[in-house]
C-alpha cells in the first residue's frame, strides 16, 4: 500500500495492529503506533484498544496501561481490554483497583466486565468482594445470563460456598454444558462427591449433552467413590455417544478403573491409545502404586523417560512411592536430583514425597534434612515425618515434630494424633498422652476412632487401664480396631477374664475378630498361665491359622513349654532353628 504512494488513514491502523497481535509482533506495532502520531493521526477507540490488546497479549501490561492513560476518550470496551489484561497477566490487585476506578468514572461495567472481575475473585478466593459484585449486578439490573452467572458460580464454589452456588445454579433461568460443568465441578473439587454423582444424572436426564470436560470433571468422584459399576456405566456412555477421548479423559478413566482396582482394564485403556502424553503416564504410574505394583509403575516411568516425555513434578511425586515401596534409594536419590536439577524441589508435594521415600527407605537423616529445607509444609508433609519417627524407634523425636508443628501454626488431623500417641505409646510417656487427650477433648479428634483406639493404647502401655478403659466406654462408635485395642490392653496385663468378657461382648456387637484379636487373647492366656486355651479359641473355634506373631506371643510367654511349642509349628522351620533364641 505504501509502496503504490497510497497513504493509510485512520481506519487503517487498527486492522494493521490487529495483525500484528496474530503474529505476536509488538515492535512492529510499536513502530506503527509511532508512524500514526508521526502522521497527526490522533489515537481513537479503535486504534487505542486494539494497541492495549496487543500489549497485553505479549505481556507488556506497562506499556498498555502508560497507553490507556493518554487515551482521551475511553469507552467500556477499552475498560474492559485493560481489565482483563491486568487479569490474564495475573496482577489482581491492579485488576480490582481498575475495576473500582471505572466505577468512579462515567463509564458503567457490563456483563463482559462482572464477568472478568468475578474470575478474580474466583482465583484469590475474595468472597466478601465477590457477594458484593453480586449485589452490584442485581441492583445494576442485568440479566444473570450464563457468562456473568458460570463466573459467579466458579467464584463461590472456589469459596468454597456451595449452597450459594447451588441456590444460584437452581435459580438460573438458562442453564449450559458451562454451568453444568461448573456445578459438578465446584461439588468434586469440596469433596461433595455423592451430590456431584446426582447432578451428573440429573443432567443426563435433560436435555445437556456431556462433554469430554464433563466426563474428566465428574470421574474423579467415581473413583473416589470406587464405584466400578458406574465407572464402567460411564465408559459405555462415553463410547455409545462418541465422545472424544482426549488424554485427559483417558487418564480420568485410568484412575477411575485403579482406584476400583480393575488394574487390566486401566492397562488395557493406555495400551490401546494411539498417543500417550506425560499426563496418561502420571496416572498409570500413581494407579500402579496404589495397586502395590511397584515394578511395573518404574517401568512406565523409565519408557516415559526413554520416549522423550518430560516428567513433570506430579510425574516425580507419582514414581517416589514406588522407590520407597521397593526400597529403591539409589533411584530415589537420583529422582531427587533430578528435582534439583530443575528447580521443582520448592513444591510442596515433591518435599513430601521425598521425605516418605527416605523415611521408609531407613534414611531418616535425609528425610529431616528434605523436611527442613522445605519452605512450606502442609499436614500431610508433618504427618510423613511423625510417623516416620515413631515407626522406626525414635519416639522422642515423634512427639518434638508434633509440637513442632503446633507451634508452626499447622492444623491436626486424626493422623497426626494417632502417630503422636504411637509415640507416646512406646515410650511410654503418659503425661504427653494426657496432654494430647486433653487436646482431643477440646477439639473434634474426640470421636476419631483410630485417635481414641491409639489413646487406650497409650494409657494401657503406661499402665493405667482405668483411663484406657474410661476411654472405650465412653467412645460414640467402636470398630475392630477399637476393640482389638482394649482386649490387647487387658491381655498385656494378665487379665485374662476381662479380655475373654470383652471378646464376648465384641461378638454380641456384630464385630467379627481377626488375627490382631486373638494376639491380645493368646497374650492375656499366656500371662494367665493357660496357653491351650488361647490355641483353643484360636484353632478350634474360629479356625482362623496362626501367624508368626502368634507362635512369637505364645514362645515367649509359654516358658519351659516353648520346645514343645516349636516343635508343633512344622511350616516354621526356620523357628525351629533359632528355638535357642527363643529361650534366652
Same mark, same amino acid.
Given at each position: 500500500?505504501?509502496?503504490?504512494?497510497?497513504?493509510?488513514?485512520?481506519? !487503517?491502523?487498527?486492522?494493521?495492529?490487529?495483525?500484528?497481535?496474530?503474529?505476536?509482533?509488538?515492535?512492529?506495532?510499536?513502530?506503527?503506533?509511532?508512524?500514526?502520531?508521526?502522521?497527526?493521526?490522533?489515537?481513537?477507540?479503535?486504534?487505542?484498544?486494539? %494497541?492495549?490488546?496487543?500489549?497485553?497479549?505479549?505481556?507488556?501490561?506497562?506499556?498498555?496501561?502508560?497507553?490507556?492513560?493518554?487515551?482521551?476518550?475511553?469507552?467500556?470496551?477499552?475498560?474492559?481490554?485493560?481489565?482483563?489484561?491486568? @487479569?490474564?497477566?495475573?496482577?489482581?490487585?491492579?485488576?480490582?483497583?481498575?475495576?473500582?476506578?471505572?466505577?468512579?468514572?462515567?463509564?458503567?461495567?457490563?456483563?463482559? !466486565?462482572?464477568?472478568?472481575?468475578?474470575?478474580?475473585?474466583?482465583?484469590?478466593?475474595?468472597?466478601?468482594?465477590?457477594?458484593?459484585?453480586?449485589?452490584?449486578?442485581?441492583?445494576?439490573?442485568?440479566?444473570?445470563?450464563?457468562?456473568?452467572?458460570?463466573?459467579?458460580?466458579?467464584?463461590? $464454589?472456589?469459596?468454597?460456598?456451595? *449452597?450459594? /452456588?447451588?441456590?444460584?445454579?437452581?435459580?438460573?433461568?438458562?442453564?449450559?454444558?458451562?454451568?453444568?460443568?461448573?456445578?459438578?465441578?465446584?461439588? #468434586?473439587?469440596?469433596?461433595?462427591?455423592?451430590? /456431584?454423582?446426582?447432578?451428573?444424572?440429573?443432567?443426563?436426564?435433560?436435555? =445437556?449433552?456431556?462433554?469430554?470436560?464433563? &466426563?474428566?470433571?465428574?470421574?474423579?468422584?467415581?473413583?473416589?467413590?470406587?464405584?466400578?459399576?458406574?465407572?464402567?456405566? #460411564?465408559?459405555?456412555?462415553?463410547?455409545?455417544?462418541? =465422545?472424544?477421548?482426549?488424554?485427559?479423559?483417558?487418564?480420568?478413566?485410568?484412575?477411575?478403573?485403579?482406584?476400583?482396582?480393575?488394574?487390566?482394564?486401566?492397562?488395557?485403556?493406555?495400551?490401546?491409545? !494411539?498417543?500417550?502424553?506425560?499426563?496418561?503416564?502420571?496416572?498409570?504410574?500413581?494407579?500402579?502404586?496404589?495397586?502395590?505394583?511397584?515394578?511395573?509403575?518404574?517401568?512406565?516411568?523409565?519408557?516415559?523417560?526413554?520416549?522423550?516425555?518430560?516428567?513433570?513434578?506430579?510425574?516425580?511425586?507419582?514414581?517416589?512411592?514406588?522407590?520407597?515401596?521397593?526400597?529403591?534409594?539409589? %533411584?530415589?536419590?537420583?529422582?531427587?536430583?533430578?528435582?534439583?536439577?530443575?528447580?521443582?524441589?520448592?513444591?510442596?508435594?515433591?518435599? $513430601?514425597?521425598?521425605?516418605?521415600?527416605?523415611?521408609?527407605?531407613?534414611?531418616?537423616?535425609?528425610?529431616?534434612?528434605?523436611?527442613?529445607?522445605?519452605?512450606?509444609?502442609?499436614?500431610?508433609?508433618?504427618?510423613?515425618?511423625?510417623?516416620?519417627?515413631?515407626?522406626?524407634?525414635?519416639?522422642?523425636? /515423634?512427639?518434638?515434630?508434633?509440637?513442632?508443628?503446633?507451634?508452626?501454626?499447622?492444623?491436626?488431623?486424626?493422623?497426626?494424633?494417632?502417630?503422636?500417641?504411637?509415640?507416646?505409646?512406646?515410650?511410654?510417656?503418659?503425661?504427653?498422652?494426657?496432654?494430647?487427650?486433653?487436646?482431643?477433648?477440646? $477439639? /473434634? &479428634?474426640?470421636?476419631?476412632?483410630?485417635?481414641?483406639?491409639?489413646?487406650?493404647?497409650?494409657?494401657?502401655?503406661?499402665?493405667?487401664?482405668?483411663?484406657?478403659?474410661?476411654?472405650?466406654?465412653?467412645?460414640?462408635?467402636?470398630?475392630?480396631? *477399637?476393640?482389638?485395642?482394649?482386649?490387647?490392653?487387658?491381655?498385656?496385663?494378665?487379665?485374662?477374664?476381662?479380655?475373654?468378657?470383652?471378646?464376648?461382648?465384641? %461378638?454380641?456387637?456384630?464385630?467379627?475378630?481377626?488375627? @490382631?484379636?486373638?494376639?491380645?487373647?493368646?497374650?492375656?492366656?499366656?500371662?494367665?498361665?493357660?496357653?491351650?486355651?488361647?490355641?483353643?479359641?484360636?484353632?478350634?473355634?474360629?479356625?482362623?491359622?496362626?501367624?508368626?506373631?502368634?507362635?512369637?506371643?505364645?514362645?515367649?510367654?509359654?516358658?519351659?513349654?516353648?520346645?514343645?511349642?516349636?516343635?508343633?509349628?512344622?511350616? %516354621? $522351620?526356620?523357628?525351629?532353628?533359632?528355638?535357642?533364641?527363643?529361650?534366652?
Amino acid at each position: 500500500m505504501l509502496g503504490s504512494g497510497i497513504s493509510p488513514d485512520k481506519y !487503517t491502523f487498527p486492522s494493521v495492529i490487529k495483525a500484528c497481535g496474530g503474529v505476536n509482533n509488538v515492535r512492529l506495532g510499536k513502530a506503527i503506533y509511532d508512524t500514526i502520531q508521526f502522521m497527526g493521526f490522533g489515537v481513537d477507540i479503535f486504534v487505542g484498544s486494539s %494497541l492495549i490488546q496487543l500489549y497485553v497479549d505479549n505481556g507488556c501490561i506497562h506499556d498498555a496501561w502508560c497507553l490507556f492513560v493518554e487515551m482521551p476518550h475511553k469507552d467500556c470496551v477499552l475498560w474492559n481490554v485493560m481489565l482483563h489484561g491486568y @487479569v490474564k497477566n495475573g496482577e489482581s490487585k491492579n485488576a480490582v483497583g481498575m475495576f473500582l476506578e471505572m466505577r468512579n468514572s462515567e463509564i458503567k461495567p457490563n456483563a463482559v !466486565t462482572f464477568a472478568c472481575i468475578l474470575s478474580v475473585c474466583a482465583s484469590e478466593a475474595m468472597i466478601g468482594f465477590g457477594t458484593q459484585l453480586h449485589g452490584l449486578i442485581v441492583a445494576s439490573g442485568l440479566e444473570l445470563d450464563s457468562p456473568v452467572a458460570n463466573t459467579l458460580l466458579a467464584m463461590y $464454589s472456589k469459596c468454597q460456598c456451595l *449452597s450459594e /452456588a447451588r441456590k444460584l445454579f437452581d435459580m438460573m433461568p438458562r442453564t449450559d454444558l458451562v454451568t453444568w460443568n461448573g456445578m459438578i465441578s465446584g461439588y #468434586i473439587q469440596n469433596g461433595f462427591m455423592v451430590e /456431584a454423582s446426582r447432578l451428573f444424572q440429573a443432567m443426563i436426564s435433560s436435555s =445437556v449433552k456431556p462433554d469430554s470436560i464433563t &466426563f474428566a470433571s465428574f470421574l474423579p468422584s467415581v473413583a473416589e467413590l470406587a464405584s466400578l459399576k458406574q465407572g464402567k456405566e #460411564i465408559h459405555g456412555y462415553i463410547v455409545r455417544h462418541c =465422545v472424544p477421548l482426549d488424554v485427559f479423559l483417558k487418564s480420568a478413566l485410568i484412575d477411575v478403573y485403579f482406584k476400583c482396582r480393575n488394574v487390566d482394564m486401566a492397562c488395557k485403556i493406555f495400551n490401546q491409545s !494411539t498417543r500417550t502424553d506425560v499426563v496418561m503416564c502420571t496416572a498409570m504410574i500413581s494407579g500402579l502404586v496404589l495397586n502395590g505394583m511397584n515394578n511395573d509403575a518404574l517401568e512406565i516411568f523409565r519408557w516415559l523417560l526413554k520416549e522423550k516425555m518430560r516428567p513433570n513434578s506430579l510425574t516425580l511425586a507419582s514414581v517416589l512411592p514406588a522407590c520407597a515401596g521397593l526400597v529403591a534409594l539409589k %533411584l530415589g536419590k537420583e529422582l531427587h536430583g533430578n528435582i534439583l536439577k530443575h528447580g521443582l524441589d520448592g513444591r510442596l508435594h515433591l518435599g $513430601s514425597a521425598l521425605t516418605d521415600m527416605y523415611a521408609k527407605s531407613g534414611r531418616l537423616d535425609l528425610a529431616h534434612q528434605v523436611f527442613e529445607r522445605m519452605f512450606e509444609r502442609d499436614t500431610i508433609c508433618w504427618n510423613s515425618m511423625i510417623t516416620s519417627y515413631s515407626q522406626n524407634g525414635k519416639p522422642e523425636e /515423634a512427639i518434638d515434630i508434633f509440637r513442632q508443628m503446633g507451634m508452626a501454626g499447622a492444623k491436626y488431623d486424626c493422623v497426626s494424633i494417632s502417630a503422636a500417641l504411637s509415640a507416646c505409646a512406646n515410650l511410654p510417656a503418659l503425661h504427653y498422652g494426657k496432654e494430647i487427650h486433653g487436646f482431643m477433648i477440646r $477439639s /473434634a &479428634f474426640r470421636s476419631d476412632l483410630f485417635a481414641e483406639s491409639a489413646l487406650i493404647d497409650v494409657y494401657a502401655k503406661c499402665g493405667n487401664l482405668v483411663l484406657a478403659r474410661r476411654v472405650f466406654d465412653m467412645m460414640e462408635e467402636k470398630n475392630e480396631v *477399637s476393640w482389638n485395642s482394649i482386649i490387647s490392653a487387658y491381655g498385656s496385663h494378665g487379665c485374662l477374664q476381662d479380655s475373654l468378657v470383652l471378646f464376648r461382648e465384641m %461378638l454380641g456387637n456384630g464385630i467379627l475378630p481377626d488375627h @490382631v484379636t486373638f494376639l491380645g487373647i493368646l497374650s492375656a492366656c499366656g500371662h494367665a498361665g493357660q496357653v491351650d486355651d488361647g490355641n483353643f479359641y484360636l484353632i478350634e473355634e474360629y479356625g482362623i491359622p496362626a501367624r508368626l506373631e502368634h507362635y512369637a506371643c505364645m514362645i515367649l510367654v509359654s516358658g519351659e513349654h516353648c520346645l514343645e511349642l516349636v516343635g508343633s509349628m512344622a511350616m %516354621l $522351620s526356620l523357628l525351629k532353628r533359632h528355638q535357642d533364641i527363643f529361650l534366652t
